[in-house]
């Protein structure tokens, strides 16, 4: 299997004073080879493709001695495939008609990652090997980093990435043939609904909670935006403020990242076959708002519900709970959701006023009371079974 480590770095003031050069330098050169590409379409027609630039960066490198010429090769092929990737997506979304989005810029505060594309070019994890308690990565440029290594590194690293997450640097390590970790069986089947009051709710009854981490952070997250608001831009204040919120937003996504590992490492464990909706977040968290032609109804609630969903991180422990139970060798169905909270479990009627509450379920044909998300579960996973049961069958 292909997994991602991620590792907190211990960088010296030299060091990172050096990682933020390099960091900068990458996103002057994908700005530069963006600019290249609009001037060259916009001036002769022309259209300039990777090779073409990869094929100039030995010309850049040496006209920028201690600059450009710092850093990786490698590490600028990659800026480079990053902005060629970015146009093929722009290419792929006009040709289905969607909304373009023309490759931007980046700012400072928009551009936070470096990626050596091979484990010793230009980079070498686990470079002190003899080192009898500490791990350490070398960046070309930068030198030996220490690594705050929290658990082994298993399978052969192919690619590593440095990433910038307001004041703190993290390593990141993709690793080919990654061995599976699988558990003993259980025998048992549960299917899944996700909600907001709680994270999941399977079919036995059981409940995982929802702690709400950006709603029990929302008053101190609303006076840093209040105090940002205040300052200058361009202020050295104004900085400050902006690190602040940045902090503030980044312990809430750790925390939500946190708990969705946690309740997915319980349900694999319990569980060796977990089935689930098949949810588009990015489609049910879309915007109500409308057009000035024909506006929304029910913003506001529609607004908070939108919160709430992505506050749940619903799209977060799907992925988490996906190569989780991979790695365990459960397995892991998805269905369509449609009509799955508004069918009775027992009788199979399906009906809107089914649903008298969030909570609350009662079937108006057979009168059968129950927790909505339980009956909701239960039908999730009928319709799982009947799927491996079909897919077995052919």
Not at 22 to 45: F, I, M, P, V
Not at 89 to 114: E, I
Not at 256 to 262: M, N, T, V
Request: proline share 4%; net charge positive; glycine share 8%.
């Amino acid at each position: 299997m292909r997994r991602s480590y991620t590792f907190l770095l211990r960088p010296t003031a030299r060091q990172a004073a050096a990682l933020a050069a390099c960091l900068e330098d990458h996103r002057q050169l994908y700005n530069a080879a963006l600019e290249h590409r609009r001037t060259a379409y916009a001036k002769a027609g022309a259209t300039i493709r990777y090779g073409d630039q990869s094929a100039e960066l030995k010309h850049i490198r040496a006209d920028d001695p201690g600059g450009q010429d710092r850093w990786s090769f490698s590490s600028q092929q990659a800026t480079l495939r990053r902005l060629d990737k970015a146009f093929r997506a722009f290419f792929t979304r006009v040709k289905a008609g969607r909304t373009p989005g023309f490759p931007r810029f980046k700012g400072r505060g928009r551009f936070g990652t470096v990626i050596w594309p091979k484990d010793g070019d230009g980079c070498r994890w686990d470079s002190q090997p003899e080192h009898p308690t500490a791990t350490y990565v070398r960046l070309q440029g930068v030198g030996h980093v220490r690594v705050h290594r929290h658990r082994p590194v298993r399978g052969k690293v192919k690619t590593i990435s440095v990433k910038r997450e307001g004041s703190r640097w993290y390593v990141i390590l993709s690793c080919d043939d990654v061995p599976a970790q699988p558990l003993p069986a259980t025998g048992a089947a549960a299917g899944i609904d996700l909600g907001v009051a709680s994270l999941v709710t399977t079919s036995d009854g059981g409940h995982l909670g929802n702690p709400r981490h950006l709603a029990a952070s929302a008053d101190r997250l609303a006076a840093a935006q209040r105090d940002l608001a205040r300052k200058k831009r361009g202020s050295k204040r104004r900085r400050k403020a902006v690190a602040r919120v940045a902090a503030l937003h980044a312990t809430v996504r750790r925390q939500r990242l946190d708990h969705a590992h946690k309740a997915a490492n319980a349900l694999v464990a319990a569980y060796d076959v977990i089935v689930h909706e098949a949810l588009k977040v990015a489609n049910m968290t879309r915007s109500a708002s409308g057009t000035l032609d024909a506006p929304g109804r029910g913003v506001a609630a529609k607004s908070g519900l939108n919160r709430s969903i992505l506050d749940a991180g619903w799209g977060v422990f799907l992925t988490i709970l996906s190569y989780k139970a991979e790695s365990a060798g459960r397995e892991l169905i998805a269905v369509n959701p449609a009509d799955t909270s508004r069918t009775c479990a027992r009788c199979g009627h399906c009906a809107k006023e089914n649903r008298l509450t969030q909570a609350a379920f009662r079937c108006t044909a057979c009168g059968h009371e129950a927790h909505a998300d339980v009956n909701a579960a239960i039908n999730i996973l009928r319709a799982g079974l009947a799927l491996r049961e079909a897919a077995q069958a052919a």
